[in-house]
Every structure is written in structure tokens, then in C-alpha cells.
């Protein structure tokens, strides 16, 4: 075991496994943090705690990451490099670890000008992959990226993102062999809707015997809507949304549509649970935290499996 | 070439205003390049200056100048006997003249009249591109000629993200993903080995004031006055 969290045990074990993720709020209420996540609880194996989102000011995620433990739900702690250097970084890998966070999430972050903070100073002083690299030396070899020793190794398993859908789509499973490389224990991928295309990638990855070193969820956002499912497919870099996601979206009543959106969902993930190569489904219900036990439920993902 | 931009006039205006008699001190390489502070550029400046400083009432006596460059001692000589008949300086040189021109002349207030934008390419008249931050850790033999540190919004070593959009940067649709160019140029080249390899952490050379001494050369013992 690496770091003994849940989502470890429950991969190691061979379950198909089924995280969550929830987003801080904007504020110091401890309550909405609680309130999404109660939704969660025993629905998902691991929360991922989002990291000041689209480069958006939020409660801290390592914060809501321990609220979520005082609830008894696993959380998984997104960290970005917009936001702090290599200091800051592995004195938030120490202390997240002493307080019982045992997941991690290495991303590079969206850049400032999508935020509330346009104009803010990027840090960048890593990168997602030198992250990564960055958390194992920590955890494995129990030093600082300076190499100094690390008294009292972090103990966290580490993902961190890809996405199959961006272009150049020859080059994505590379760089997923470069975060395999950096020491990445388990990968969630964008939000997938073009399945031919992620076929295609798990393929490659399967070939290129990646997906026997690295745990693979898929990523899975429901489309709550005909506009967001537009939104994403004009708007958001490196989303590939088909026509056909749109086609059928517009083939039901506005009022049916969330439905649909579900149920694309649902196919994707019963396709996904037999696909070779993928270990578990990682579902991104942006602000829909409370249709998340429905979902997991017509899933077929519950009971949870209970792990020790 | 460093490029920099004119100042807007009101913000030359409000920083001066308390000045009656004022030098402007244009500089004839780079920044004459690229049409911000050469000799042209501060006959603008002064004609602006005099026009407006005549409107509020608070005229002033101007003069002008313009150095072959302001970044060297041998051509910022040239104001040694005229600069203490000025109660302040204005440069339009690039950040590196403006300071040197202030070490020069260290009781006399100094004023940039340009804000200095970076290391450019001349794309054509008026309009050039950033090209080099200067990090002093040349990468661009591993990148196919395109810098990541300059050309990446993020500056990545690893890239490209998960927001390149299409042969472009998340940022904008304006603006080619350098990570994208990057591998399109190396794949040209049968050259993708070279982004294979992780890039490790970097070891910053930019983060403390550098000093540039080339083999076989000494700092004297006190600078040349």
C-alpha cells in the first residue's frame, strides 16, 4: 500500500471504482461543504475537492478536504501549479498528510484569465508532471525536491489528469506515458462524450501496457441540458462534444432533457465497466451534487464496496 | 530587440507635472526600432507635452535629446554638462536605459515615458511578438526552435495541457498553443524523442539580479565613471 487511502484499497482489490467531486464555495460556510457532501457520502468511493476551479477564488481545497473527513467521506485533493510554488506545494503535501488526506490530484490549473482574478501573477514554478514527480520523491524516497530529507514521508496516492480529447490526439497517450513515468498511481480523464475517440486512446494505452501501470477513471459529466451540452461543445478548450450528444438532447422536451442527459451517462458507464484498460468511472456532476445518489444508484455502483 | 510601448500622455503628464523644466532623453537603438522612444518619438512627446502643459496652465521649458543608446556609459557622457540645467529627466529608453540614465544622474528625478514589453520579433512595421523571457536556460534545441517558457501562457516544461483547443492556447483563440507548434515541428523533424523525456523542475536562473561576466574578462575594481 501507498498511502492506504480507500480509493487504493479499493482499486488494489480489482473493484470497478466510483469517485465524486464537489466544489468549495465561494465563503467561509462550512455548512454548504456539508451539504453537498452529504450527498456523497457512501455513494463514491473518493471526493475529488476541487482547487480554486477556473482559476476562481474558493474556500482552500485542502480545508474542504478536512471537512469532509470530519463528515467520514474520503476526499481527493486537487492541487494546481497556478497558485503556489515548489515551498508552498510540499508544505501543503505535509500537512495534508498529517491531517489524514490520503489522495492527491496533480494539475497543471486553467490559466488566471478565466478567473475572478484576470490579472493575477500566475506561479507556475512546476508543472503538473514535475508535481507528480515531486509527491512520489516525497512519499517514496522521503526527500524535498531539493533532496533534503523528509522527516516523516506523505502518504498519498497520486493521480493527476489526462485528457484523450485535445489535440494532437497522437501525442495524449504519450503524455500520459510521461505522467506514468513522473509516478502516477491513478489517472481521471476529461469529461469524456466521444466514445469512439476514448476507445481508440484506452486502446492505445492498453498497447502501450500503461493501463497495467496506472489505474484509468473515466471521466463522466452528465449533461444537465441542450445549453450545456452547447456551451461545452463551443466553449470549453479541449471538450469534445459530437453531434450526436446534441442531436439527441434536441430530440426530447426541454423538460426531459436532464433525463436524457442521464441516461447518455448511464450507457457511457455500463460501456466503460467492461471496457479493458478502464478501473473505475470518476463522475463530475458540476453543481448537481444532490442527483448524484440516483445516478449511482440506476449505475448500478452501489453498495460501495466496504474496504479495511 | 527589447520593444516597448509609449505611456499613456496623462500618466506622463500627472507624473511631471510638478516640473518646470524637464530634458527628454530619447534612445536611438531598440526602442527607435520599434517606434517608442527614438528621435521621432520624443518630438512627439515634446510637442504633446508643451501643448498640454500650456492648457492646465503650468507651462514648461522642455528639451530634447536622443542618445545612441542609453544602456551605455560612453553615450550617457554626452549629458554630463547639460542634465543639472534640467529639474527632471525624461527617458524613453527601455527599463535598462531609464536606470541606467537615474545611476547616472542621481539627484535629478528620472521618469519613464515608455513602458518596456519585452524581447520581441519586428513582424513588420509596429507590430512585433514576444519571443524570449530571457531565463536564462536556453531550452529550445529539446523544442524544435518554439520557447515553451515565453510561448506556453503556463510556461510549461510538459506540455501541451488539457486546454489546448485546436491547434490553440486556452487563452485565446488568437494565440497557437506553443506545445501544439512544438510537436507538429519535432514530428516534421522525426525529432519527438526530444519531448519523451520528462523535463524536471527547473532551476530558475532569473529569480536574483544576474550579472553577465564573459571568460577571460574582470569586473574592475570600481566602475568606470
Given at each position: 500500500m501507498k498511502s492506504g487511502s480507500n480509493l487504493e484499497k479499493v482499486l488494489q482489490a480489482g473493484h470497478f471504482a466510483f469517485t465524486g467531486e464537489l466544489g468549495p464555495p465561494r465563503?467561509?460556510?462550512a455548512d454548504e461543504v456539508r451539504k453537498k457532501a452529504a450527498h456523497l457520502k457512501d455513494r463514491v468511493d473518493s471526493v475529488n475537492i476541487t482547487d480554486n476551479q477556473t482559476a476562481v477564488v474558493r474556500m482552500a481545497s485542502w480545508a474542504a478536504c478536512l471537512l469532509l473527513i470530519q463528515e467520514g467521506i474520503e476526499p481527493n485533493y486537487q492541487m494546481v501549479c497556478r497558485d503556489r510554488n515548489r515551498l508552498a506545494m510540499q508544505a501543503d503535501i505535509l500537512g495534508a498528510s498529517a491531517l489524514g488526506i490520503r489522495n492527491m490530484l496533480c494539475l497543471s490549473g486553467d490559466h488566471c484569465q478565466f478567473g475572478d482574478h484576470p490579472t493575477a501573477k500566475g506561479v507556475?514554478?512546476?508543472?503538473s508532471m514535475q508535481l507528480i514527480g515531486m509527491v512520489k520523491q516525497m512519499r517514496d524516497e522521503g526527500k524535498f525536491l531539493s533532496g533534503a530529507e523528509v522527516d516523516g514521508k506523505p502518504q498519498i496516492f497520486i493521480g493527476a489528469a489526462s485528457n484523450p480529447f485535445a489535440d494532437p490526439f497522437e501525442w495524449r497517450v504519450h503524455r500520459l506515458a510521461k505522467k506514468v513515468k513522473a509516478g502516477v498511481d491513478f489517472i481521471q480523464t476529461q469529461c469524456i462524450y466521444n466514445m469512439p475517440k476514448f476507445r481508440e486512446f484506452i486502446h492505445q494505452a492498453n498497447d502501450m501496457g500503461l493501463t497495467e501501470k496506472v489505474y484509468i477513471l473515466a471521466g463522466i459529466t452528465p449533461m444537465k441540458s441542450l445549453g450545456m451540452a452547447k456551451y461545452m461543445k463551443a466553449k470549453v478548450p479541449g471538450m469534445d462534444v459530437p453531434d450526436e450528444i446534441i442531436t439527441r438532447l434536441q430530440g426530447v422536451a426541454r423538460d426531459k432533457q436532464s433525463e436524457e442527459g442521464i441516461k447518455i451517462a448511464l450507457e457511457q458507464i455500463a460501456e466503460l465497466k467492461e471496457m479493458k484498460g478502464v478501473a473505475g468511472v470518476h463522475l463530475m456532476a458540476i453543481e448537481w451534487e444532490h442527483r448524484v445518489p440516483e445516478i449511482a444508484e440506476r449505475a448500478g455502483m452501489l453498495p460501495r464496496p466496504a474496504m479495511n | 530587440m527589447i520593444v516597448a510601448k509609449r505611456k499613456p500622455f496623462d500618466e506622463i503628464m500627472d507624473l511631471t507635472k510638478d516640473y518646470k523644466k524637464i530634458l527628454l532623453v530619447g534612445c536611438g537603438t531598440c526602442v527607435a526600432v520599434c517606434l517608442a522612444g527614438g528621435e521621432k518619438e520624443v518630438a512627439v512627446l515634446a510637442a504633446e507635452l508643451e501643448m498640454g502643459r500650456r492648457l492646465k496652465d503650468n507651462p514648461v521649458e522642455l528639451g530634447s535629446v536622443t542618445l545612441e543608446r542609453q544602456c551605455d556609459r560612453e553615450y550617457l557622457a554626452q549629458l554630463d554638462k547639460t542634465a543639472g540645467d534640467y529639474d527632471a529627466l525624461v527617458s524613453m529608453a527601455c527599463g535598462v536605459g531609464i536606470q541606467f540614465l537615474a545611476e547616472r544622474f542621481p539627484n535629478i528625478p528620472v521618469f519613464p515615458a515608455v513602458d518596456t514589453c519585452g524581447l520581441a520579433v519586428n513582424q513588420d512595421v509596429g507590430w512585433y511578438e514576444e519571443r524570449c523571457r530571457s531565463c536564462g536556460r536556453c531550452v529550445l534545441g529539446l523544442t524544435g526552435g518554439i520557447c515553451p517558457v515565453t510561448m506556453c501562457a503556463k510556461g510549461l516544461?510538459?506540455?501541451?495541457?488539457?486546454?489546448?483547443?485546436k491547434g490553440n492556447c486556452e487563452i485565446s483563440a488568437d494565440q497557437p498553443c506553443a506545445w501544439n507548434a512544438i510537436y507538429d515541428r519535432l514530428k516534421a523533424q522525426g525529432r519527438l524523442d526530444c519531448i519523451l523525456e520528462l523535463s524536471l523542475a527547473q532551476e530558475w536562473k532569473d529569480t536574483t539580479p544576474r550579472t553577465l561576466l564573459q571568460p577571460g574578462y574582470k569586473k574592475p575594481e570600481k566602475a568606470k565613471a
Amino acid at each position: 500500500m501507498k498511502s492506504g487511502s480507500n480509493l487504493e484499497k479499493v482499486l488494489q482489490a480489482g473493484h470497478f471504482a466510483f469517485t465524486g467531486e464537489l466544489g468549495p464555495p465561494r465563503g467561509a460556510h462550512a455548512d454548504e461543504v456539508r451539504k453537498k457532501a452529504a450527498h456523497l457520502k457512501d455513494r463514491v468511493d473518493s471526493v475529488n475537492i476541487t482547487d480554486n476551479q477556473t482559476a476562481v477564488v474558493r474556500m482552500a481545497s485542502w480545508a474542504a478536504c478536512l471537512l469532509l473527513i470530519q463528515e467520514g467521506i474520503e476526499p481527493n485533493y486537487q492541487m494546481v501549479c497556478r497558485d503556489r510554488n515548489r515551498l508552498a506545494m510540499q508544505a501543503d503535501i505535509l500537512g495534508a498528510s498529517a491531517l489524514g488526506i490520503r489522495n492527491m490530484l496533480c494539475l497543471s490549473g486553467d490559466h488566471c484569465q478565466f478567473g475572478d482574478h484576470p490579472t493575477a501573477k500566475g506561479v507556475f514554478d512546476i508543472d503538473s508532471m514535475q508535481l507528480i514527480g515531486m509527491v512520489k520523491q516525497m512519499r517514496d524516497e522521503g526527500k524535498f525536491l531539493s533532496g533534503a530529507e523528509v522527516d516523516g514521508k506523505p502518504q498519498i496516492f497520486i493521480g493527476a489528469a489526462s485528457n484523450p480529447f485535445a489535440d494532437p490526439f497522437e501525442w495524449r497517450v504519450h503524455r500520459l506515458a510521461k505522467k506514468v513515468k513522473a509516478g502516477v498511481d491513478f489517472i481521471q480523464t476529461q469529461c469524456i462524450y466521444n466514445m469512439p475517440k476514448f476507445r481508440e486512446f484506452i486502446h492505445q494505452a492498453n498497447d502501450m501496457g500503461l493501463t497495467e501501470k496506472v489505474y484509468i477513471l473515466a471521466g463522466i459529466t452528465p449533461m444537465k441540458s441542450l445549453g450545456m451540452a452547447k456551451y461545452m461543445k463551443a466553449k470549453v478548450p479541449g471538450m469534445d462534444v459530437p453531434d450526436e450528444i446534441i442531436t439527441r438532447l434536441q430530440g426530447v422536451a426541454r423538460d426531459k432533457q436532464s433525463e436524457e442527459g442521464i441516461k447518455i451517462a448511464l450507457e457511457q458507464i455500463a460501456e466503460l465497466k467492461e471496457m479493458k484498460g478502464v478501473a473505475g468511472v470518476h463522475l463530475m456532476a458540476i453543481e448537481w451534487e444532490h442527483r448524484v445518489p440516483e445516478i449511482a444508484e440506476r449505475a448500478g455502483m452501489l453498495p460501495r464496496p466496504a474496504m479495511n | 530587440m527589447i520593444v516597448a510601448k509609449r505611456k499613456p500622455f496623462d500618466e506622463i503628464m500627472d507624473l511631471t507635472k510638478d516640473y518646470k523644466k524637464i530634458l527628454l532623453v530619447g534612445c536611438g537603438t531598440c526602442v527607435a526600432v520599434c517606434l517608442a522612444g527614438g528621435e521621432k518619438e520624443v518630438a512627439v512627446l515634446a510637442a504633446e507635452l508643451e501643448m498640454g502643459r500650456r492648457l492646465k496652465d503650468n507651462p514648461v521649458e522642455l528639451g530634447s535629446v536622443t542618445l545612441e543608446r542609453q544602456c551605455d556609459r560612453e553615450y550617457l557622457a554626452q549629458l554630463d554638462k547639460t542634465a543639472g540645467d534640467y529639474d527632471a529627466l525624461v527617458s524613453m529608453a527601455c527599463g535598462v536605459g531609464i536606470q541606467f540614465l537615474a545611476e547616472r544622474f542621481p539627484n535629478i528625478p528620472v521618469f519613464p515615458a515608455v513602458d518596456t514589453c519585452g524581447l520581441a520579433v519586428n513582424q513588420d512595421v509596429g507590430w512585433y511578438e514576444e519571443r524570449c523571457r530571457s531565463c536564462g536556460r536556453c531550452v529550445l534545441g529539446l523544442t524544435g526552435g518554439i520557447c515553451p517558457v515565453t510561448m506556453c501562457a503556463k510556461g510549461l516544461y510538459n506540455g501541451p495541457c488539457g486546454g489546448t483547443n485546436k491547434g490553440n492556447c486556452e487563452i485565446s483563440a488568437d494565440q497557437p498553443c506553443a506545445w501544439n507548434a512544438i510537436y507538429d515541428r519535432l514530428k516534421a523533424q522525426g525529432r519527438l524523442d526530444c519531448i519523451l523525456e520528462l523535463s524536471l523542475a527547473q532551476e530558475w536562473k532569473d529569480t536574483t539580479p544576474r550579472t553577465l561576466l564573459q571568460p577571460g574578462y574582470k569586473k574592475p575594481e570600481k566602475a568606470k565613471a
